[in-house]
């Protein structure tokens, strides 16, 4: 069984095997018939769930043996008398209960041995798909799954940096609904052309449902609100709404279409549509396409427990500082990621990924002031956990 210790529910078994390795006295045992014991093989009890085929399941009893007699336990002897009597002719055999007589096909069986076995380290061995097989050949359903990311883009000076911890505001990919929170934090260096504060703040709270509606047609629909701020002073202009609705079209089972709309409540960008095609196919199990706008995504298999993936994400986010002056403003960051990752399969949910990626289109502005400035290009070193 694949390695996998298993508890075997004997009495479910005992039927199948006597009637498979005993086709002559199967019907007879599961009519509650009595057999001869044939003193040239004799008949033992075997640990073993795969019987030889003179032997007989440990539920079946021994009634009419004398207590002198003991069964025996090598195969091929025939049950003797200690004191060196001649071996038992004409005893018993009787199976414990009467079971109906049944035929199993190829199909039956194998269900039959799955309900009958329970599995001591959790994992089927009548199920050979691994984790990112498993993942590789899924339908989407999914637009949005939470994460937690530790990020680095480096800068100082001139140069703006960016570090700190962040999450997506979302449940997690195997949850169908529920509701969400997260808090994360980013840490800023520089720019010296405009004065900004060294940290940033996100508290998120919210509420997400993934539903099928036919074999066709699912969705993914979910709305929150959140205070994004240095919290130095009021938040009240870092207060915002992001939620997304997306429904999806299940065309094949290799293909699914997605459209739909994520609503950003950013002030550089407020919506942005999502569209676009889930592609895998069993032809070519080591390949996915997730090309859906506005994070596109290819996967490509390595082995059972990890692959490699290329994607884009749009970075940055709007929050209410106070400036130097002690004036209120918002400001807003924006850049845009190419990125590609390793990802491994870790636990029965869990996914760790590290991610390096060239960034560009990096952008600052400022609501009241009406400041803005633009950056060199940089790059980011990412590490994911999704769940």
């Known amino acids: 069984m694949v390695g996998n210790m298993a508890a075997i529910n004997w009495r479910l078994l005992a039927s199948v095997i006597v009637l498979l390795h005993f086709p002559g006295i199967g019907s007879s045992l599961l009519l509650g018939q009595s057999i001869p014991l044939d003193p040239s093989q004799?008949?033992?009890?075997?640990?073993?769930?795969?019987?030889?085929?003179?032997?007989?399941?440990?539920?079946?009893k021994i009634e009419t043996l004398p207590p002198q007699y003991q069964p025996s336990q090598t195969p091929g002897v025939p049950v003797v008398d200690p004191q060196g009597a001649p071996p038992v002719i004409g005893t018993t055999f009787v199976y414990s209960e009467e079971v109906p007589e049944i035929e199993l096909g190829a199909k039956e069986m194998t269900e039959l041995l799955t309900?009958?076995?329970?599995?001591?380290?959790?994992?089927?061995?009548?199920?050979?798909?691994?984790?990112?097989?498993?993942?590789?050949?899924?339908?989407?359903?999914?637009?949005?799954?939470?994460d937690f990311a530790w990020n680095f883009m480096p800068g100082d000076g001139n140069q703006f940096g960016w570090a700190g911890w962040e999450s997506t505001a979302a449940i997690g990919?195997?949850?169908?609904?529920?509701?969400?929170?997260?808090?994360?934090?980013?840490?800023?260096?520089?720019?010296?052309?405009?004065?900004?504060?060294?940290?940033?703040?996100?508290?998120v709270l919210g509420y997400q449902k993934r539903e099928r509606l036919s074999q066709s047609l699912s969705y993914d629909v979910g709305a929150s609100v959140g205070i994004y701020s240095d919290f130095e002073d009021s938040a009240r202009d870092g207060v915002r709404y992001p939620a997304h609705a997306v429904g999806i079209y299940h065309a094949s089972d290799s293909l699914d279409y997605v459209l739909g709309v994520d609503y950003l409540s950013r002030?550089?960008?407020?919506?942005?549509?999502?569209?676009?095609?889930?592609?895998?196919s069993s032809e070519i199990p080591n390949l996915r396409l997730d090309l859906v706008f506005p994070r596109p995504r290819i996967d490509v298999a390595l082995n059972d427990h990890s692959r490699v993936y290329w994607t884009a994400r749009l970075g940055g986010g709007t929050w209410d500082i106070e400036m130097p002056n002690?004036?209120?403003?918002?400001?807003?960051?924006?850049?845009?990621?190419?990125?590609?990752?390793?990802?491994?399969?870790?636990?029965?949910?869990?996914l760790n990924a590290w991610e390096f990626g060239f960034v560009f289109g990096r952008h600052v502005q400022l609501r009241n002031s009406l400041a803005e400035a633009n950056f060199d290009e940089s790059f980011v070193l990412r590490h994911v956990s999704r769940f």
């Open 42 to 60: 004799g008949y033992y009890q075997s640990p073993s769930p795969t019987l030889p085929a003179n032997a007989l399941p440990s539920d079946v």
């Open 115 to 146: 309900e009958s076995v329970d599995f001591i380290d959790g994992e089927d061995p009548f199920c050979d798909v691994s984790p990112i097989r498993e993942l590789m050949s899924e339908r989407y359903r999914c637009y949005k799954s939470g």
């Open 173 to 203: 990919r195997k949850r169908k609904s529920g509701l969400f929170s997260n808090f994360n934090m980013h840490l800023l260096s520089g720019p010296e052309v405009i004065a900004l504060p060294p940290r940033l703040y996100d508290f």
């Open 267 to 280: 002030d550089d960008i407020k919506i942005l549509p999502a569209f676009g095609f889930s592609w895998h």
């Open 326 to 350: 002690e004036a209120n403003d918002v400001f807003t960051y924006r850049d845009y990621q190419v990125l590609m990752g390793i990802e491994r399969f870790e636990s029965k949910n869990a």
